[in-house]
């Protein structure tokens, strides 16, 4: 094939996200030769990057028990992993809502613990901050922020270590059954890879390659996200905050740029639509569209809540699509989705959920043999061979 | 020019308004967006029953910045007031009544307001309604109003009003089962003023039964919610039957040592028997209006439940052109 015979993988990972990057991890106790192909000029920088500010304990989930149990089950590992990514000396706050939330204070509480998630009655200092006549109760919690720059660091330093091939600008086509059952990723430059594995992990791109190779879509749904970056007074500063649950705000330290980002449930997403109901390419949407920043909208409501916002300072604004499982919109649940040998045999399909819940996928691959030859690492820990 | 230095809520409580709540949402989205880059609609859903929250909703997937709020059940005209402040977001908030208010008067009503006033009240030029009984009863109560809860209180039917963020977060704080929306307006104190307009009418005025019978309630229900004087008044009247009382008391006592002969007390003591009682009913009468409000602010119970909240998803499907795939 066009003289690129040396182009043969055993493994291919298509797009260099959180999960394709651990995704290559894990499999290398396996397999030998595995490449990840990315489209930007680095990894992890469009939703791993964006979307993952903090560790979730599952208080995120009141609504949905699975992931709430899931990310509360995977936390702590997930923090003794990636302990060097993490700033724990932020203090998480979560705040109940008085009008138009889900949950109340006593089922938040209870909730929390039922996961057996650590929650506490804020101290008076924190409860000053909110408009009380907005807000019916203040928690602290357990919970960190993720530096996205240094987790970057991290798994490029352990890519390296385990000889994993990082095509960097490469932009994957589409993806056709190749001979003896292996896959062939052709890219937009017309160069071909073959590998015996491939992954589809590209997350806002997964049904573009999919319509690309005529692969039937995955109910997905896309939303164009808006998160703002501000400057916060320094009361505000060592504080990430979230107030729950409805159509309010969380405003949380972004350390890579020593902001705190701002997301509004309500001006957050900006358009959403479903692939099966109206198909189309989510980033190049995000290159085209004409997007008015709401962070105005976001911060005068954050402020009712939150009186000290006023002395806030809007930075930028960045905008990613976000991807979710199109089932997922009532009980508000983050499941990742894992669909073997989809369209074309040894072609899996794999949608990040949280970053934490990276641990369930791993599981869910060390079910399939062909991916866990080595019955020894499938005990350990997969990260260090 | 758009003025980007504020954002603008406009806030409406929608009951059954199906009719005419497309053509309103659609007028005033277009003065909202060519006088201020940051505005919203917000729509409050008095529990409709006419489809009013689809043809929202509908509007929504077109007009940007369109908030609906529906509320669980049909509450009563504050509450639904109290709800639609609550969640507005503005800078300025502006309240409504689709049926009358024109939307063209809203720059005006703002600009009074950015230049130094709190709350700025629409004043209805020309009001032809109501009879002669009703416009006099209607001052009466203005004066009365003034005199009893300390400031005159419009009774025309007009909520046309711009209040600024400072009163919103004053009167959302007030969070009384009773409440009505002019008297917390005037009773927060800030900055007033008015500024006539002239009413529209989008659809032919709702024939609203037993009007001055609702006037009168909404009258009293106001004054006994805001104010003693009505029970200190009863109070002094009791005691003023109780010394009565007493006097006749000393009467009888005086008469009985003067006079031997009593035979006919039948007149005398009916006679008492129906002032007291007309007396002890009167007070009883207010006591109860008074019990009332307690046992409503007793109640430890939210003032209202929401049902749902939409937005507007301006929508992906009508900008085709960017997306040349």
């Known amino acids: ?38 489209k930007e000029a680095d990894l992890l920088t469009r939703a791993s990057y964006l979307n993952q500010a903090r560790v979730h304990h599952g208080y995120h989930y009141p609504r949905n028990i699975i992931t709430a149990l899931r990310s509360s089950i995977n936390f702590p590992r997930f923090v003794f992993d990636f302990r060097h990514c993490i700033d ?30 650590p929650i506490k009655q804020a101290p008076q200092s924190i409860c000053n901050l909110f408009n009380r006549s907005l807000i019916e109760a203040v928690f602290t919690v357990r919970e960190y922020a993720l530096n996205a720059v240094k987790l970057r660091q991290w798994i490029k330093q352990h890519l390296e270590a385990a000889g994993i091939h990082v095509l960097f600008r490469k932009k994957v086509q589409r ?114 569209a004409q997007i008015q920043s709401r962070s105005v909208f976001m911060l005068k409501d954050a402020q009712r809540y939150l009186p000290l916002l006023r002395e806030a300072r809007h930075v930028e604004s960045l905008f990613e699509i976000k991807t979710l499982w199109a089932q997922n919109e009532i009980d508000d649940g983050r499941p990742i989705v894992f669909r073997k040998d989809h369209g074309v045999k040894n072609f899996s399909t794999i949608m990040g959920g949280k970053i934490d819940n990276i641990y369930d996928i791993i599981q869910a691959l060390r079910e399939f043999q062909a991916y866990c030859k080595d019955t020894k690492s499938s005990q350990s820990s997969w990260w260090f061979a | ?26 007028q005033t989205s277009a003065v909202l967006s060519e006088k201020y880059e940051y505005y919203e609609l917000l729509l409050v859903d008095n529990g409709s029953t006419d489809g009013s929250d689809l043809t929202v909703q509908a509007l929504q997937q077109r007009i940007p910045n369109v908030r609906l709020i529906g509320l669980s059940r049909p509450y009563d005209k504050q509450t639904a007031l109290a709800a639609a402040l609550d969640h507005s977001i503005g800078d300025y908030v502006v309240i409504m009544e689709m049926d009358h208010d024109p939307p063209d008067m809203i720059p005006t009503l703002i600009t009074k307001a950015i ?38 209180i419009e009774l025309r039917p007009s909520y046309f009003r711009v209040i600024s963020r400072q009163v919103v977060n004053a009167i959302t704080r007030i969070r009384n089962k009773s409440r009505y929306l002019k008297y917390l307006n005037v009773q927060v104190g800030f900055r007033h003023t008015y500024v006539p307009y ?20 909404y009258a009293i229900g106001m004054i ?73 602010e007793t109640r430890d119970q939210p003032l209202y439940f929401i049902k749902y909240e939409t937005s507007s998803t301006t929508s992906i499907y009508t900008d085709e052109k960017l997306n040349v795939v």
């Open chain 1, 1 to 38: 094939m066009s003289g690129l015979a040396d182009q043969n993988y055993e493994v291919i990972v298509i797009g260099g996200g959180f999960y394709g990057c651990c995704i290559a991890l894990f499999l290398r106790h396996s397999f030998q030769r595995i490449a990840i192909i990315e």
């Open chain 2, 224 to 296: 006994t919610a805001n104010s003693a004087i009505p029970l200190r008044l009863a109070a002094l009247v009791g005691l003023f039957a109780s010394f009565l009382n007493l006097l006749y008391f000393g009467y009888i006592f005086i008469v009985t040592l003067v006079n031997e002969r009593l035979v006919e007390g039948w007149l005398t003591s009916s006679v008492m028997n129906t002032t007291m009682f007309f007396f002890v009913f009167l007070i009883l009468t207010v006591l109860s209006e008074y019990i009332a409000h307690i046992l409503e």
């Open chain 1, 175 to 288: 993806v056709t059954a190749d001979q003896n059952d292996h896959v062939a990723v052709v890219l937009d430059t017309g160069e071909c890879l073959v590998g015996q594995h491939v992954f589809n992990c590209t997350y806002s791109q997964i049904n573009t390659l999919l319509r690309n190779s005529g692969i039937p879509l995955l109910p997905l749904k896309h939303e164009l996200a808006e998160m703002a970056l501000i400057e916060v007074p320094d009361e505000l500063k060592r504080l990430g905050i979230t107030v729950m649950d409805g159509p309010f705000f969380a405003t949380f330290p972004f350390p890579p740029r020593s902001l705190h980002s701002l997301s509004h449930v309500r001006y957050t997403p900006h358009t959403e639509w479903y692939d099966e109901e109206y198909y189309r390419d989510a980033h190049h949407y995000l290159e085209t």
């Open chain 2, 1 to 26: 020019m758009k003025n980007s230095s504020i954002l603008v809520s406009v806030s409406v409580v929608v009951s059954n308004d199906n009719e005419i709540v497309a053509e309103f949402v659609e």
């Open chain 2, 115 to 152: 230049s130094g006033y709190d709350v700025v009240i629409g004043e209805q030029i020309g009001d032809e309604s109501g009879f002669f009984l009703d416009k006099w009863l209607t001052s009466l109560f203005c004066r009365l109003s003034s005199k009893i809860l300390g400031y005159p």
């Open chain 1, 88 to 117: 724990g000396s932020f203090t998480m706050v979560y705040a109940i809502a008085r009008n138009n939330s889900k949950v109340s204070a006593f089922q938040f509480r209870r909730f929390c613990e039922s996961i057996n998630a």
């Open chain 2, 198 to 217: 002239q009413r529209i009418h989008r659809r032919r005025a709702r024939h609203e039964r037993n009007r001055l019978f609702r006037s009168i309630f």
